[in-house]
């Protein structure tokens, strides 16, 4: 299992740094992986955690295109944010619902 969390976690990473660069096509589909994954999981604080990140990370991206349905992924990060607790997706929670500049 410790295997997929790091899988998990590099779809992640790697999403995000084609975000960046401008690939978002790209991104989708790592954070489309990395969601795939963790949702064969059973519930455990990192899984959530790494839920978090993905969904507003996914969030983010959709919002840098303006690409419609971007909602649910916001609404389920923020949800998994609340209840892991954890201080970076909460803060990346926080910034999103806030109407900030999206931050990767």
Same mark, same amino acid.
């Given at each position: ?92 929670? $926080? $910034? ?9």
């Amino acid at each position: 299992m410790r295997s997929a969390y790091l899988t998990a976690a590099r779809s992640l990473q790697l999403g995000r740094d084609w975000a960046v660069e401008g690939d978002q096509p790209r991104a989708l589909e790592a954070y489309t992986d990395a969601l795939g994954l963790l949702r064969t999981l059973p519930p455990e604080r990192t899984r959530d955690v790494l839920l978090a990140h993905t969904h507003l990370a996914f969030y983010q991206t959709l919002a840098l295109v303006g690409s419609p349905g971007g909602q649910t992924h916001l609404h389920l990060g923020v949800s998994y944010a609340r209840s892991t607790r954890d201080p970076l997706a909460r803060a990346i929670a $926080e $910034e999103c619902l806030s109407g900030l500049d999206v931050v990767m």
